[in-house]
């Protein structure tokens, strides 16, 4: 059954087109630095968001209009699904998607019957791959909304709820190493706590590294060669998770010895939860060699909470591909869409509407940053402003070969210690002029 009838494949227009079903920045095969754009910007599609959320708020029922959960037996709403997704992802050219166990799945009786539901829908997923050009981007499994979770998964205060949440990530790694996946995410949605007060902060984050020790083990036993993830977020739904930001994470990773085995897993609106900007944390995760991949959303600027919204600004986008490029890409990761259509956008065709307007942003957020590094407009700018370390005492300083004592006596024998303006307005108008001029060349 086809599910988007009305919908045709969607195709680049270029920047003139005022069809909201056709891309005006986005063209797959267009080149940056000597790569497409497809392979560049590996755009995926979140299967939660797209194909199971139905626009519900905490003030009323879901609006959206999805033909595929019509049926009233959950693994035939699953299927119906799974038929959808691909149809999708064909007429939206994308070549990544994403899920967890319980988006394509429904839970079960007992973990056994869970399994078992996964085990026919990722049958039908493998048949359908045979013929698509989709790829797997990166699964992961829910150890979050279920009741049993209250108390967290790996961190959880109870050791049978740890045997149940390692349970599903064994079998999350074997779906992933069936359908290829090219990395695996770990999302601690509530590897965290509540309240210190009954809190062993030291045993739960010990816990949390023998998981991941535990699962790198498991995977490397079966042959699953996909990178290993961690996507920070620092509250909601606990008061404080254990993956606060990419800097406590890194932290975490180092101590236990497990920053060889995972990267990042960066989302936009998770960054600015944590009081970060997007580019922040995508700079931090590259300058330690940790960037691994992207949840491409954004908040709302007046909403202290996740809003999981398409990706429209350009200036984050541009500043965000900056740190990608200059990342020399994301290797086995992608910009996946942790976003969903507005309550208000309730139409199945709204979701091809929302996918293009954030493969445009991102389209053009890259041309944009390209330009900028070919050009080394910002390179140039950083490069004089810390000139003063590449000779006499900047030097010897960024070489080791002065001290205190030494420090001391060239301080002593300074008239007066004279600083350059930073010029922040300024390269802000490089970036303006940069963005102008990319739009206006199309």
Not at 1 to 20: L, T, V
Request: hydrophobic residues 40%.
């Amino acid at each position: 059954m086809a599910y988007f009838d009305n919908i045709s494949k969607i195709k680049f227009d270029g920047p003139q087109s005022k069809d909201p079903l056709a891309f005006k920045f986005y063209n797959p095969e267009e080149q940056i630095n000597g790569k497409s754009m497809e392979e560049t910007l590996k755009f995926g599609v979140a299967y939660w968001h797209t194909f199971m959320e139905d626009l519900s708020d905490p003030f009323g029922v879901g609006t959206a209009e999805r033909p595929w959960d019509k049926y009233s037996d959950p693994m035939d709403r699953a299927k119906a699904r799974v038929d959808a997704s691909f149809e999708f992802f064909d007429k939206l050219g994308v070549p990544y998607f994403c899920f967890h166990d319980f988006d394509i799945a429904p839970e079960g009786s007992n973990l056994k019957e869970t399994l078992a539901n996964q085990d026919v829908i990722v049958d039908m997923m493998e048949d359908y791959m045979k013929d698509s050009k989709v790829k797997l981007l990166w699964n992961t499994v829910n150890n979050f909304t279920n009741p049993m979770f209250v108390h967290g998964a790996s961190t959880s205060s109870n050791a049978d709820v740890f045997a149940y949440a390692a349970a599903k990530v064994k079998k999350g790694l074997e779906v992933g190493k069936r359908l290829g996946s090219e990395s695996y995410v770990f999302w601690g949605g509530r590897e965290g706590y509540e309240s210190l007060l009954n809190t062993n902060m030291g045993l739960e984050l010990d816990n949390l590294a023998r998981f991941f020790h535990m699962a790198n083990d498991y995977a490397k036993e079966i042959g699953f060669d996909a990178q290993f993830l961690i996507e920070p977020k620092p509250k909601e739904p606990t008061t404080h998770q254990y993956d606060f930001d990419v800097a406590h994470g890194f932290a975490f990773l180092q101590k236990y010895n497990l920053q060889d085995v995972f990267k990042f897993n960066i989302e936009a609106n998770h960054a600015t939860l944590a009081g970060h900007s997007f580019e922040h944390e995508l700079h931090y995760a590259r300058i330690n060699g940790m960037l691994g991949s992207v949840d491409a959303n954004q908040g709302h600027p007046q909403l202290g909470w996740d809003t999981d919204e398409f990706p429209s600004d350009l200036y984050a986008t541009t500043l965000a591909m900056y740190e990608i490029l200059k990342n020399g890409g994301l290797e086995k990761g992608g910009l996946n869409f942790d976003a969903k259509v507005r309550r208000t956008s309730f139409k199945p065709e709204d979701l091809f509407k929302a996918h293009i307007v954030g493969m445009d942003s991102f389209a053009l957020g890259a041309k944009v940053a390209q330009r900028l590094i070919d050009d080394k407009a910002l390179e140039s700018i950083v490069e004089k402003r810390y000139s003063s370390f590449n000779q006499g005492i900047g030097k010897e300083i960024v070489d080791g070969k002065t001290d205190f004592k030494k420090l001391q006596d060239y301080a002593l024998k300074l008239d007066k210690v004279e600083n350059e303006s930073g010029n922040v307005e300024v390269i802000k108008s490089i970036l303006n002029q940069y963005l102008v001029t990319t739009i206006a060349q199309g």
